[in-house]
C-alpha cells in the first residue's frame, strides 16, 4: 500500500495574460484541448507487444501537440500549409535553445497576439531570473538553458533523498513529459516518456502539487498496470515525488528519485523540507523561464511569421 508524506502541500491557482510585466498566460481552451493518449494499456501482453504499444502512445503524444500548434498557425497568420508552420516552430525552437514540443505546447496554451498588433506581448519586461543557490556546489548560472538547471536540480534531489537514479517530468500540453533522467533503463524511459492523468505517483504530486513516497512499489495502487510494468522492469522498488512549484502556483515539473530497495522507514522530516525548499526554488525560476525564454520564443514567432 502506498503513502503519502504530510509535508505541506500547495494549491494551484491561474493568472492573467502577460502585460507589461511577466504573468502566467490564460489557458487557450478548456479540458478538450488536452490530447488523449491512445488505447488501454494491453493485458497480459507479451515484451514484444507491450514496446509496440509504448511506442504507439509516444508517437501519438509527441505529434498531437505539435500538429495543433500547427493548426493554430495556420490559421492565424495564413500560412501556405503546415509544413510552413512546423518551420516557425522549429526556427523558434532553435532560436531560444528550446525542445520543439515546449515552443508548440505555448503556442497552443497562451492566448494569441491581438489582431493586428506587432507585438504578441507588448511592453513586456525581463526580470532577472531568481536564485539557484539550493543546487548546492554546482554552479549553475541564473540564465542557464533549462537543461542544465534540471540537470543540477535532479542531482541535488537524489542527494538529499539518498537515491541513485531518477526522472524529470515538464507538465505541458496537460501531460507530462520526460525531460531528463539518470539511471533508468530504455524500457522504463520509454514508458515514461508520456503520462497523463494518474498513470503514475508522480502524476498525481504533479496534479497535488505536493510530495508523494511510494514505499513499496511497483506493486502500489498509484501505478497502473503499464507504470507497474515499467517500474519493475527498471528494478525500483520505491520511489518519491517532488513537484517544481512556486509559492502556491501549480506545477511546472516534477523530480522522482528510485529506490532499489523497500523504504521501510519514512524520509525524515528534515530531508523532505529542504526538498520542499528545492522544489519552489527551481519551480520559481522554471515559472521565470516560461514568463520570459518561453514568451521570447512566442514573440520571435510571431514577428517572423508577420514578416512573412
Not at 518551420?87 to 514540443?101: G, V
Not at 537543461?147 to 536540480?153: F, G, K, N, R
Not at 539518498?162 to 533508468?184: K, N
Not at 502556491?248 to 523532505?272: C, F, G, I, K, N
Amino acid at each position: 500500500m502506498s503513502t503519502l508524506d504530510d509535508s505541506p502541500g500547495r494549491t494551484n491557482s491561474g493568472s492573467a495574460r502577460p502585460s507589461a510585466a511577466p504573468a502566467a498566460p490564460h489557458p487557450r481552451s478548456p479540458a478538450d484541448d488536452v490530447p488523449r493518449l491512445p488505447e488501454a494499456e494491453p493485458a497480459d501482453a507479451t515484451e514484444q507487444e507491450w514496446r509496440e504499444w509504448i511506442g504507439r502512445r509516444n508517437r501519438r503524444a509527441a505529434r498531437s501537440v505539435v500538429r495543433r500548434a500547427e493548426s493554430i498557425l495556420l490559421e492565424r497568420y495564413g500560412l501556405e500549409d503546415l509544413l510552413a508552420a512546423f518551420t516557425l516552430l522549429k526556427d523558434a525552437s532553435q532560436q531560444c535553445n528550446l525542445k520543439l514540443h515546449t515552443v508548440a505546447d505555448a503556442v497552443v496554451r497562451v492566448s494569441g497576439p491581438e489582431s493586428g498588433c506587432k507585438d504578441w506581448f507588448p511592453g513586456r519586461d525581463h526580470p532577472l531570473p531568481p536564485p539557484l543557490n539550493m543546487l548546492g556546489s554546482r554552479e549553475v548560472r541564473r540564465s542557464a538553458p533549462q537543461s542544465e538547471v534540471l540537470d543540477a536540480a535532479l542531482g541535488q534531489m537524489l542527494r538529499v533523498a539518498g537515491a541513485d537514479a531518477g526522472h524529470v517530468h515538464l507538465v505541458e500540453a496537460g501531460m507530462r513529459r520526460l525531460s531528463r533522467s539518470t539511471g533508468l533503463d530504455e524500457p522504463f524511459a520509454d514508458y515514461a516518456a508520456f503520462t497523463q492523468g494518474e498513470e503514475a505517483a508522480w502524476d498525481r504530486a504533479a496534479n497535488e502539487a505536493r510530495q508523494i513516497t511510494v514505499p513499496a512499489a511497483p506493486a502500489s495502487d498509484l501505478f497502473t498496470r503499464a507504470a507497474s510494468r515499467a517500474m519493475a522492469h527498471n528494478g525500483t522498488l520505491a520511489c518519491h515525488c517532488l513537484p517544481l512549484a512556486s509559492g502556491h502556483d501549480e506545477a511546472l515539473a516534477v523530480m522522482t528519485a528510485h529506490y532499489r530497495r523497500p523504504l521501510s522507514d519514512p524520509l525524515p522530516r528534515a530531508r523532505l523540507k529542504t526538498m520542499e525548499e528545492l522544489g519552489a526554488q527551481v519551480g520559481a525560476w522554471l515559472s521565470w523561464h516560461r514568463h520570459t525564454v518561453v514568451l521570447d520564443a512566442l514573440e520571435y514567432l510571431h514577428h517572423r511569421a508577420s514578416e512573412d
